[in-house]
């Protein structure tokens, strides 16, 4: 399915909105909102498609290691949304792996280091990257469990 580029006449009854007199303003939020939405349609696919990430982006985030590899890719579609003016990104770590991550009350010795080893890489390689890119100094990263 090919996305279509909206126009204001095919907005008039989305949502109820009929555009008339007073009504511009909420017409012109929908008008807004449909062209959001047709800039993410129609550049998500340029985002997600990593076929023309060169090898050593691809191992700067831990691409080619399966234990990295989950949250390698969450890195990496990090910063190119960021350099496309994304203005905020959100990585989960844990979900991937099928266990919850971080939220340990027993056995810390043995379950938090295989956690660790999973973002460590990603995590240095999405640093190195933006500041490469000189992106890191418009970036805020703020990095919890």
């Not at 009854?13 to 007199?21: E, M, P, Q, T, V």
């Not at 909102?33 to 191992?59: C, F, H, N, W």
């Not at 990496?76 to 905020?88: H, P």
Request: net charge positive.
């Amino acid at each position: 399915m090919r996305a279509r580029m909206p126009t204001p006449g095919s907005l008039k009854n989305c949502s109820g909105i009929r555009a008339r007199g007073s009504a511009g303003a909420a017409t012109g939020w929908t008008w807004r909102g449909a062209r959001l939405v047709y800039r993410m349609q129609t550049q998500a696919p340029g985002i997600v498609d990593l076929a023309d990430e060169p090898a050593s982006g691809r191992k700067l985030d831990g691409l080619d290691d399966p234990v990295t590899e989950p949250f390698g890719r969450q890195c990496l579609l990090a910063r190119r949304v960021v350099e496309r003016g994304v203005r905020y990104s959100l990585l989960v770590h844990g979900w991937e792996n099928g266990v919850y991550s971080w939220d340990y009350h027993k056995q810390i010795r043995e379950w938090l280091p295989p956690r660790a080893q999973e973002v460590d890489l990603p995590t240095a390689g999405l640093i190195q990257d933006l500041k490469s890119r000189g992106l890191l100094d418009q970036t805020l990263l703020v990095f919890t469990t």
